[in-house]
């Protein structure tokens, strides 16, 4: 199947870090997405990762795979209001290819 | 710098009416995508195009909704007839090549029949 998923929504306060988790499908992906959604917009890519990587950080980001559990997780640290959005991870399906499935997105709300 | 520019922003119509959604891809980019966005199936890539040739549109509802890419600055989106169940964000986006590069989407037109 082709079903990516992931939590509905997530609450965390301002300075706290967030975690958002995503189950995928597709072993043959080669490379795996977060995308954030703000209200109102489309979606914009925020990191990828690479299939045999385990980690990726860029600024406040950090990504890690376990590619055994076809497990993808987004940790953001000092979350800030501005946070908010809708976060979506996505694969490539069937590998090489520019087809990207999307999970349903999780809502992150950031608390003052 | 222009990103992917979408019209309308919103359209409002009757069942039965046929519907055009329009985009502009950044200029130089040879891949388009159009997904649909609703809260119950979430977002759903319906067809792509890779210089202006369908690729793959295993995702289009049925045969009221067509895509067409007329030339590489300018793509629709046609519903005829419209259903209700057509209600939802329509989103397109655009990459130049290779799929490591992001997807640049638009920002959507919403979709309402009535």
């Given at each position: 199947?082709?079903?990516?998923?992931?939590?509905?929504?997530?609450?965390?306060?301002?300075?706290?870090?967030?975690?958002i988790?995503?189950?995928?499908?597709?072993?043959?992906?080669?490379?795996?997405?977060w995308y954030k959604q703000e209200?109102?917009a489309g979606l914009q890519l925020l990191t990828?990762?690479?299939?045999?990587?385990?980690?990726?950080?860029?600024?406040?980001l950090?990504?890690?795979?376990?590619?055994?559990?076809?497990?993808?997780?987004l940790?953001i640290?000092?979350?800030?209001?501005g946070d908010s959005a809708i976060y979506f991870?996505?694969?490539?399906?069937?590998?090489?290819?520019?087809?990207?499935?999307?999970?349903?997105g999780t809502?992150l709300?950031?608390?003052? | 710098?222009?990103?992917?520019?979408?019209?309308?922003?919103?359209?409002?119509?009757?069942?039965?009416?046929?519907?055009?959604?329009?985009?502009?891809?950044?200029?130089?980019?040879?891949?388009?995508?159009?997904?649909?966005?609703?809260?119950?199936?979430?977002?759903?890539?319906?067809?792509?195009?890779?210089?202006?040739?369908?690729?793959?549109?295993?995702?289009?509802?049925?045969?009221?909704?067509?895509?067409?890419?007329?030339?590489?600055?300018?793509?629709?989106?046609?519903?005829?007839?419209?259903?209700?169940?057509?209600?939802?964000?329509?989103?397109?986006?655009?990459?130049?090549?290779?799929?490591?590069?992001?997807?640049?989407f638009?920002?959507?037109?919403?979709?309402?029949?009535?």
């Amino acid at each position: 199947g082709e079903d990516v998923e992931q939590s509905l929504f997530l609450s965390v306060r301002e300075g706290d870090s967030s975690v958002i988790n995503c189950t995928y499908t597709d072993s043959s992906s080669t490379y795996l997405y977060w995308y954030k959604q703000e209200p109102g917009a489309g979606l914009q890519l925020l990191t990828y990762i690479f299939s045999n990587m385990d980690m990726k950080q860029d600024q406040r980001l950090t990504v890690l795979l376990n590619k055994k559990d076809k497990h993808l997780s987004l940790r953001i640290a000092d979350t800030q209001t501005g946070d908010s959005a809708i976060y979506f991870c996505a694969e490539n399906y069937g590998g090489a290819t520019n087809k990207l499935i999307f999970g349903t997105g999780t809502l992150l709300a950031v608390q003052p | 710098d222009a990103g992917v520019i979408q019209s309308p922003r919103h359209e409002v119509t009757e069942m039965g009416q046929e519907v055009t959604l329009r985009c502009k891809p950044i200029s130089g980019h040879d891949y388009l995508f159009w997904y649909r966005q609703t809260m119950m199936r979430g977002l759903e890539l319906l067809i792509y195009f890779n210089n202006n040739v369908p690729i793959d549109d295993s995702g289009m509802p049925e045969d009221r909704f067509s895509a067409k890419m007329p030339n590489a600055s300018f793509s629709t989106l046609k519903i005829q007839p419209s259903e209700p169940r057509d209600s939802a964000v329509y989103f397109c986006a655009s990459s130049l090549g290779h799929y490591l590069v992001p997807q640049h989407f638009g920002d959507g037109t919403r979709l309402s029949i009535l």
